[in-house]
């Protein structure tokens, strides 16, 4: 989980009336993250942390296409970089519909412009539309994207289990301050990819230096 991932999770938890339980589906960090956890944000609440392996921060091992739990069970679902990884997203977020109960939470995020990840498999990328379809089974949701207009990096999702009006980004102060002002200290734009000076300046050496590496090869190979 990133940075604005987790800046994401503090603004639903602060500004939103989330309630326990909640379910966490995709709960094992990738490696390097252990310290980035929504559950640490919830405090006290009874907060159950699920994922198809065992690992830290998994307190059942479960397939998000067919979860264990009662129907209605929790008040709160998080899945934060996870659709990407499951192989049926739809039939995913109906499995988290299913176990929330009439008035619950459904908080969601995934990428679009972002490398491929294996965790343990990477199958799918999302557009904004492609959020809005899979919270369509929610009575009431909302979808932010962050990044360049037609090739976001981030895609941001909550769905209600009911009505729930205002339920717009304006609530959410520190993700829509990302979306708002994203590329204002990256001014150097090449199509949807940006880059800040520093940074287009170490993309311009790292790639001249791979392409000196190369025609050295090539010429060892040429002498030989």
């Not at 919830?42 to 690992?55: A, L, M, N, R, T």
């Not at 299913?98 to 995020?109: Q, T």
Request: aromatic residues 10%; hydrophobic residues 45%.
């Amino acid at each position: 989980m990133r940075p604005v991932v987790l800046d994401f999770a503090r603004d639903v938890v602060e500004n939103l009336p989330l309630r326990g339980p909640v379910l966490e589906v995709g709960s094992r960090p990738a490696a390097g993250q252990e310290h980035l956890l929504v559950r640490p944000l919830f405090g006290d609440v009874e907060y159950v942390g699920c994922d198809i392996q065992e690992g830290p921060n998994v307190d059942r091992v479960e397939d998000v296409h067919r979860l264990s739990f009662a129907d209605g069970s929790f008040n709160t679902v998080i899945a934060l970089e996870v659709l990407e990884h499951v192989a049926d997203p739809l039939r995913a977020v109906e499995e988290m519909h299913r176990v929330l109960a009439p008035g619950g939470f459904c908080v969601i995020s995934s990428v679009m412009f972002f490398p491929v990840h294996e965790h343990p498999w990477d199958y799918w990328r999302f557009t904004p539309e492609g959020f809005d379809l899979v919270l369509r089974p929610f009575a009431t949701r909302m979808v932010a994207a962050l990044g360049f207009d037609v090739l976001p990096e981030d895609v941001f999702g909550i769905g209600v289990k009911g009505p729930f009006p205002g339920l717009e980004l304006s609530r959410l102060p520190r993700t829509d301050h990302a979306v708002r002002t994203w590329g204002e200290r990256m001014p150097i734009g090449l199509g949807p990819i940006r880059f800040t000076v520093g940074g287009l300046w170490k993309f311009t050496a790292r790639e001249t230096a791979a392409v000196a590496r190369r025609r050295m090869r090539e010429q060892v190979k040429r002498r030989r």
